[in-house]
């Protein structure tokens, strides 16, 4: 019995291909991690299936045998040839037997070692699958954590330009800035914790992670706004 690559894996495979295609590299380590669980599941349940038709196979080619033997008409030798004829019967229903079941023993290797190689080669592309979208969600960090301290740079800028206003204007004015401003060092140092943390977070976690950072800089970029307000 021929094994072909069953529609589940297909299925699999075809998706994972589209998996790569997509932007979200966190949600594809995850989605292929997942589906590689699921093939391992499927490839045991071939496995046990395989091993149950191999059983159903030994017991029908006993039954066989057996109806076989009860069919056969009897043919009733001289007396003195009967215990001959009876030996040599069943010699050759036990070389006819350990034919078949050597055989079937064959067929069933060969099915065992197709079906392990279709599993394993299933195996190899799911790993590959899984290393490449690691790559992309790697990539993505990075890109990520480069971003955003490009942006924190470009806020650090912008705030030095502003105290530098501040400090020729009107004292009421730089009064009023300054006190906007105040806030600015601790909500700083907050988004230049959260950026560090990008570099460690879970690749399920990095898109909410990187919505917290980004929402962390709007909050600086705000703090700005009302500063220079008053410069």
Do not use: W, Y
Request: charged share 40%; aromatic share 0%.
């Amino acid at each position: 019995m021929n094994r072909q690559l069953t529609p589940r894996v297909m299925i699999l495979a075809a998706s994972i291909a589209g998996l790569i295609a997509c932007d979200n590299a966190p949600k594809q380590v995850d989605r292929t991690q997942q589906d590689l669980s699921e093939h391992r599941q499927e490839a045991a349940k071939e496995q046990a299936e395989l091993r149950r038709e191999h059983e159903k196979e030994r017991v029908d080619l006993q039954r066989e045998a057996q109806r076989e033997r009860a069919n056969d008409p009897v043919v009733v030798p001289p007396a003195d040839t009967r215990a001959e004829v009876r030996e040599e019967n069943a010699r050759e229903e036990r070389a006819e037997i350990n034919r078949e079941t050597t055989d079937l023993k064959k067929e069933h290797a060969k099915e065992r070692a197709d079906l392990n190689q279709e599993q394993a080669k299933d195996r190899k592309d799911l790993h590959e699958d899984l290393n490449e979208a690691k790559k992309d969600a790697e990539r993505e960090r990075a890109e990520i954590v480069k971003d955003s301290r490009e942006k924190l740079q470009e806020l650090d800028q912008r705030a030095a330009e502003v105290r530098a206003r501040v400090e020729q204007g009107r004292a009421e004015d730089a009064r009023q800035a300054n006190s906007a401003l105040s806030a600015f060092p601790g909500q700083r140092k907050a988004v230049e914790r959260d950026i560090d943390a990008l570099n460690t977070v879970t690749a399920a976690n990095l898109n909410r992670a990187k919505g917290n950072v980004e929402k962390k800089l709007s909050s600086l970029d705000k703090t700005l706004d009302r500063a220079e307000a008053h410069d």
